[in-house]
């Protein structure tokens, strides 16, 4: 079989990094990729929002079987509906599906109506109602661009003040373009032990019926240490989740995961693909944060290298519907994943400054904004690389991989050095 997988980043090269493991795979592609993607797959230089030009590359290579979507805005624009009208098999949620991550007021409605724990919410498309409720409501309060914002479209107000300006930036200014042209207002939810909060991500494979969730895994959004600073794509993750355990996961499958599935399925809106939980563990039980219709970037980075089961068999089930009839199996222990980022991200940031890298142990590098540029290794986003280590726990696992990270140099390079440290209290 041959695959091709679409999408440029981190998250992208791991899931090739996973498929190449798979004896069931002749020829992996990648669309369009990065220099690493290119070590192991054949990049494809096809823009992969232009739906036509999709398809009419996938006229033109019927030798490639299978059909992988990552990333979130092909996704929401339909790509899979795309692939299938002309009977390629796909891995990923079609754009009815894609709703749950790609509008947060469809998300709300979904989890209010079926009674699924998240925040209070209400969500409006008109400035003045949206006022009135914020200053009914005070602070601290939440306000969410509806439609998808590259993950910059959560704005946390602490007082009044702030909520007043971020409605205005979100509704008016429309800082986040036509995603804020509806606006979810939600209730600050709080967590049950940290400040201001512990959350989890829970990649799940879903077939519509089956739901099976992966190993757990914590992100570190920030930019810098100690949570400060702007919020990023993602600049390092670690799993398992250290407070997560059996009860907790008895309890998120009971509420969460099942009811969701079934919700989907009662809206007309099947979900087949990775579903992505963003949980946070509050005085009042495991709530919602966010749905993604898609695996999590860098948390696929750290998820993936632990699953014992050939990934593309899991893929396979998940289009037939038969993911009841397979067994996943994960490893023990945990894994770390550093993201080495360019100096100035994720606001301005240059490009083409070359990476050199020494001993990297028995460490992965799994690379994001990367390229090859006269046959040398150079940057080629904010997010470069991700050093991925695997350990018999969360610390040894981080050592390994903050000692790789001291081979690996350009200018400008900037990483967290407190990857794996939070939530070590359980
Ligand atoms: P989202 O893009 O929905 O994941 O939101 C980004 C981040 O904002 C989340 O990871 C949380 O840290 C935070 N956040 C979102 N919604 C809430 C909420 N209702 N209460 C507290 N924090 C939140
Ligand atoms: N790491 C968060 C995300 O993929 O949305």
Wanted: hydrophobic fraction near 40%; aromatic fraction near 8%.
């Amino acid at each position: 079989m041959n695959v091709l997988v679409i999408g440029n980043g981190g998250r992208e090269h791991a899931v090739l990094q996973a498929l190449k493991k798979s004896p069931k795979i002749d020829k992996l592609y990648c669309m369009k990729g990065n220099a690493g993607t290119a070590e192991i797959a054949e990049n494809v230089n096809v823009d992969y929002m232009n739906a036509e030009a999709v398809k009419k590359f996938a006229l033109e290579n019927p030798q490639i079987d299978y059909y992988v979507v990552t990333p979130d805005d092909p996704l929401a624009a339909g790509l899979v509906d795309e692939l299938e009208s002309i009977g390629k098999r796909c891995f990923g949620p079609n754009k009815a599906a894609a709703q749950i991550e790609a509008s947060k007021a469809f998300a709300k409605e979904l989890m209010h109506k079926y009674g699924i724990p998240t925040a209070k919410s209400a969500t409006f498309d008109n400035y003045g109602d949206a006022l009135d409720y914020v200053r009914k409501e005070g602070a601290p309060i939440v306000l969410k661009a509806d439609g998808l914002a590259l993950g910059k479209g959560v704005l946390i107000c602490e007082t009044l003040k702030q909520a007043e300006e971020g409605l205005k930036e979100i509704m008016l200014d429309k800082t986040f373009g036509s995603a804020g042209n509806k606006i979810v207002v939600e209730e600050c939810m709080r967590g049950l032990k940290y400040t201001p909060g512990e959350e989890v991500s829970v990649l799940c494979f879903t077939d519509g019926n089956t739901i099976v969730p992966m190993l757990t895994s914590c992100d570190h959004k920030r930019a810098f240490d100690g949570d400060k600073g702007l919020n990023t794509g993602g600049m390092g993750t670690f799993s398992p989740c250290p407070f997560w355990n059996e009860q907790l996961e008895k309890e998120v499958y009971e509420t969460i995961l099942l009811p969701t599935v079934k919700a989907m399925n009662a809206e007309g809106k099947p979900f087949k693909g990775c579903l992505y939980f963003g949980l946070m563990r509050t005085d009042k039980g495991m709530k919602v944060v966010e749905y993604n219709s898609r695996f999590g970037d860098p948390e696929t980075q750290v998820v993936l290298p632990m699953l014992k089961t050939d990934l593309f068999e899991i893929f396979q089930a998940v289009t037939d519907g038969t993911l009841d009839k397979i067994k996943i199996e994960w490893e023990e222990g945990a894994c770390v994943c550093v993201v080495l980022a360019s100096g100035g991200y994720p606001v301005h940031y240059q490009k083409g400054k070359e990476i050199t890298i020494g001993d990297m142990g028995d460490c992965t590098l799994v690379h994001a904004g990367t390229a090859l540029k006269d046959g040398k290794l150079v940057t080629n986003g904010g997010r470069v690389l991700g050093v991925v280590a695997k350990g018999e726990n969360v610390e040894a696992a981080r050592k390994k991989a903050y000692a790789a990270v001291k081979n690996i140099s350009w200018e400008g390079m900037y990483c967290r050095s407190d990857i794996g440290v939070k939530y070590r209290e359980g």
